[in-house]
Every structure is written in structure tokens, then in C-alpha cells.
């Protein structure tokens, strides 16, 4: 595994690695930016903008309304 330091296709910014309990990098490359970006995107734009966009792809397709869980409440 590479442990070269990744950018954020999406907000530009470094993504960060991953670590165990530790302090050992085991992850360096993110998340998949897709249906965003073709790239790859730090844990806080994956949160905020890969995730939310990839349900909206879900409810389109299927015509299910998916709610957070803290909706239901």
C-alpha cells in the first residue's frame, strides 16, 4: 500500500490517513468520490456530499423516500 498523502478531489484539501488504535497508518486513500467525482474524497465530504447525493441516486431509481434516522422520530 501506497502511503502517499491524497487531496480531497472535492474540497481540494489533504485527506487523511487512517489509523489504528496505535497510531499505524493502515488506510491513505479516502473514500470514493462516485456519483460526485471520479476521484477519491476525505471522510467529511464523503459525510456531507457523497453519501446524501448517493441516496437521492437510490430514491430517484427506485421511487422509495429514504429518511435519516433521526427523521422518523
Not at 16 to 43: K, M
Amino acid at each position: 500500500m501506497s502511503l502517499e498523502i491524497m487531496d480531497c478531489c472535492i474540497c481540494k484539501k489533504q485527506i487523511e490517513p487512517q489509523r489504528t488504535e496505535s497510531g499505524e497508518i493502515y488506510w491513505t486513500q479516502g473514500n470514493d468520490a462516485l456519483p460526485i467525482h471520479d476521484g477519491r474524497c476525505c471522510n467529511k465530504c464523503n459525510a456531507e456530499i457523497v453519501t446524501p447525493a448517493r441516496f437521492t441516486d437510490i430514491s430517484m431509481s427506485t421511487g422509495k423516500i429514504y429518511k435519516k434516522p433521526e427523521e422518523d422520530k
